[in-house]
């Protein structure tokens, strides 16, 4: 055979070989980036531990904080394909978005653990958010006689939308004088080292503080899935459009795996199947 001929052949049998040959073990698909809520971090990151070992060949997660606003942003912009939020979409929210919930939570009202108030009623609330309420021997129940503390959230997270949705009237001006902190977390180290703290946390936080009833009603799982709590939330996954791919074979893991409702009922209520 001429050799040109034989070159020629060999090339397009080592082309061919090339093309039918699997991708290499260390050929990772692109990870999955997920931005926003700090209290939706380890959640995910559980999991997807678990998703991954049920799946070995899933994509790695990267997953970042931020809030829910910064989280949804990142998302619209392209730089994260989701967003962990953990309240419902709003009105003045970028148009498209779609959100895929996991857990049900609740932001609980709390103070010190050597502070524990039987009840807040709304009007007492009210008073304290207006400021007319500002010394402890206010508070019915309390045995402090010192000035509260009050503690409350960024306004870009989700617990400070609900807490500003459901526990503060329209009528009613935000007159306290409270420290800002970023996180829930934050607000429950600011509460566990205050005695005459007050203020608001997300559910899965107030382990070491104490979670003060609103007009009675306990803020626990039980009462969230109940529905008699009313300062409950969704935890959950906003994408632009619907979920795809990759994301999508997650999500619907997450929302329908035996293990995956296991791994949010350690901290939530898991959301309804789909």
């Known amino acids: 055979m001429n050799p040109r001929r034989v070159a020629a052949l060999a090339a397009a049998l ?9 991708a290499p073990a260390h050929a990772a698909k692109r ?16 999991l997807a531990y678990f998703y991954r070992h049920r799946y070995p060949r899933a994509p790695r997660f990267e997953i970042y904080g931020g809030g829910t606003g910064p989280g949804i942003a990142d998302t619209v912009r392209g730089i994260a394909d989701a967003a962990l939020v953990s309240r419902d979409l709003l009105p003045d929210d970028p148009p498209g978005l779609v959100l895929t919930r996991l857990a049900r939570s609740g932001v609980c009202l709390a103070s010190h653990h050597s502070n524990p108030i039987g009840s807040i009623s709304r009007p007492l609330l009210q008073d304290i958010l207006a400021g007319r309420v500002t010394n402890w ?9 010192d000035a ?7 306004p ?13 009237d329209d009528a009613t001006p935000l007159a306290w004088r409270a420290t800002t902190l970023l996180t829930s977390l934050d607000a429950r180290d600011y509460i566990e080292r205050t005695p005459a703290a007050f203020g608001y946390l997300d559910l899965t936080f107030t382990r070491p503080v104490h979670a003060i009833p609103f007009e009675g009603v306990a803020c626990t799982k039980a009462t969230i899935r109940a529905g008699s709590y009313p300062a409950a939330r969704p935890f959950g996954i906003v994408t632009v459009g619907r979920p795809r791919g990759e994301l999508r074979r997650f999500l619907h893991w997450a929302r329908t795996s035996r293990t995956a409702r296991r791994v949010i009922a350690t901290r939530y209520v898991p959301a309804g199947r789909p």
């Open 14 to 22: 080592i082309a061919v070989a090339a093309a039918a040959a699997p």
């Open 31 to 46: 990870p999955l980036r997920l931005s926003g809520q700090q209290i939706g971090q380890v959640l995910v990151a559980d």
């Open 137 to 145: 021997s206010q508070v019915p129940g309390s045995t402090r006689t």
């Open 148 to 154: 509260i503390l009050p503690v409350t959230l960024d």
């Open 156 to 168: 870009a997270t989700g617990a400070a939308h609900v807490f500003d949705q459901v526990f503060r």
